[in-house]
C-alpha cells in the first residue's frame, strides 16, 4: 500500500532557532500533500495543503511566514518552523493522496514530535 | 462538510467484535463516509471507506444505514493493538482530498 515517510521523528530545538520536517511518499507521486498540528489530547488540525510546484494553501489562523512549506518534486514536501518557540511544541503528521481519484484515501505519516525549549 | 458524532469513548474484550457507531444525519449524496485510526503517537491510520454500500476488508467492515445517517465500524475479532482513536469523517467530493477529523472515539481493548 501507499507509505508516507515523514522525517524527523522527534527533534528538540531551542526556542528561536527554525527547524525543517520532511515528508517523502515512497511508492507513488503526490501532487498534494496535507500538514496536520495536534496538541495533546487534541484531534488533528489541518494547517495547510501542499501544491507541488505552487504555493501552499493556508487554514485560518495559520501564520504562512511562520510555517514555510515547499513542495518541489513530486514526492517530497517540506514543513520549516521559523523562530520557533515554546507554543509551537506540537506534533506534526503530514499526508498524502494514495490513489487517483478525488475520493481515494489519505495516508499519513508516523508524525514528528517537536520540542521547543 | 457534515458533522460526525460519535461516542468520545469504548470498552471492548479482547476477542470480541468492536462496534463503533458514528452518526452523520446531515450526510449529502455524494460524501463518503471514511474510517480511520490513531494509535497513540502516531499516524492516523487508514480502515476503511463507503459511500451506500456496505464494505469488508482486512481490518473491518463497515455497515452503512439505507438512509446513510448513520455507520457502525465493525472490528470483528479486537485485539489489544486495536486500542486506539477511531475518526469517522465524512467528505464530500467536491474538497478533493482534505479530511477534517472530529474527536473520534477512544476504543480501549480489554484483556
Known amino acids: 500500500g501507499a507509505v508516507v515517510s515523514q522525517h524527523p521523528s522527534r527533534v528538540i530545538c531551542k526556542s528561536g532557532t527554525s527547524v525543517k520536517i520532511e515528508c517523502r511518499s515512497l511508492?507513488?507521486?503526490?501532487?498534494?500533500m496535507f500538514w496536520y498540528r495536534q496538541f495533546p489530547k487534541q484531534s488533528l488540525m489541518l494547517m495547510a495543503t501542499?501544491?507541488?510546484?505552487?504555493?501552499?494553501?493556508?487554514e485560518q489562523g495559520v501564520e504562512k511566514d511562520k510555517f514555510l512549506i515547499n513542495h518541489a518534486s513530486l514526492t517530497l514536501s517540506t514543513l520549516t518552523v521559523t523562530s520557533a518557540h515554546p507554543e509551537d511544541s506540537s506534533f506534526y503528521i503530514c499526508?498524502?493522496?494514495?490513489?487517483?481519484?478525488?475520493?481515494?484515501?489519505?495516508?499519513f505519516g508516523n508524525g514528528t514530535r517537536l520540542t521547543v525549549t | 462538510d457534515a458533522k460526525t458524532t460519535q461516542p468520545p469513548s469504548m470498552d471492548c474484550a479482547e476477542g470480541r467484535a468492536a462496534n463503533l457507531p458514528c452518526n452523520h444525519s446531515?450526510?449529502?449524496?455524494?460524501?463518503?463516509v471514511y474510517w480511520y485510526r490513531q494509535i497513540h503517537s502516531q499516524g492516523p491510520q487508514y480502515i476503511i471507506h463507503?459511500?451506500?454500500n456496505n464494505e469488508t476488508n482486512e481490518m473491518a467492515s463497515l455497515i452503512i444505514t439505507e438512509d446513510r445517517k448513520s455507520s457502525t465500524l465493525i472490528l470483528p475479532h479486537a485485539t489489544l493493538r486495536d486500542t486506539a482513536v477511531y475518526y469517522c469523517?465524512?467528505?464530500?467530493?467536491?474538497?478533493?482530498?482534505?479530511?477534517?477529523f472530529g474527536e473520534g472515539t477512544q476504543l480501549t481493548v480489554n484483556p
Open positions: 501542499s501544491n507541488e510546484g505552487s504555493k501552499a494553501t493556508y
Open positions: 511508492d507513488f507521486q503526490a501532487t498534494t
Open positions: 499526508s498524502a493522496r494514495g490513489g487517483q481519484t478525488r475520493n481515494s484515501p489519505l495516508h
Open positions: 469523517i465524512v467528505k464530500p467530493e467536491t474538497s478533493g482530498s482534505r479530511l477534517t
Open positions: 446531515t450526510i449529502s449524496g455524494n460524501e463518503y
Open positions: 463507503g459511500l451506500k
